[in-house]
Nanobody, 125 residues
């Protein structure tokens, strides 16, 4: 079993930056793939970014590419999402996710077994 806890959400002005953290506990050796998703009010949960175990392979949605950066520190059992040049449309609850591996890409909800509780990000103009 893996437990994930997000932190770092908050209120930020458009154009600003925010860094989200995802702390993993429990059977952390099962945290092979890590990803971030977000869900805005009235919308479906959507993929944001993913990273492999060694941190040398990343993939981003087109909407955040060039602005967001996913990373991880396995010694701390923690993943990160650095968000720059934030836009009002980035406003959403952001969820951290993890999986034991086995899929080729990790861009869909069913690619992940473990999920955090989410952290709110509000971007105002």
């Amino acid at each position: 079993q893996v437990h994930l806890v997000e932190s770092g959400g908050g209120l930020v002005q458009a154009g600003g930056s925010l860094r989200l953290s995802c702390a993993a506990s429990g059977r952390t050796f099962n945290v092979v793939r890590m990803g971030w998703f977000r869900q805005a009010p009235g919308k479906e949960r959507e993929f944001v970014a993913t990273i492999n175990l060694n941190g040398d392979v990343t993939y981003y949605s087109d909407s955040v590419k060039g602005r967001f950066a996913i990373s991880r520190d396995n010694a701390k059992n923690t993943g990160y999402l650095q968000m720059n040049s934030l836009k009002p449309e980035d406003t959403a609850v952001y969820y951290c996710a993890a999986d034991r591996g086995g899929s080729y890409h990790y861009t869909r909800e069913y690619d992940y077994e473990y999920w955090g509780q989410g952290t709110q990000v509000v971007v105002f103009s």
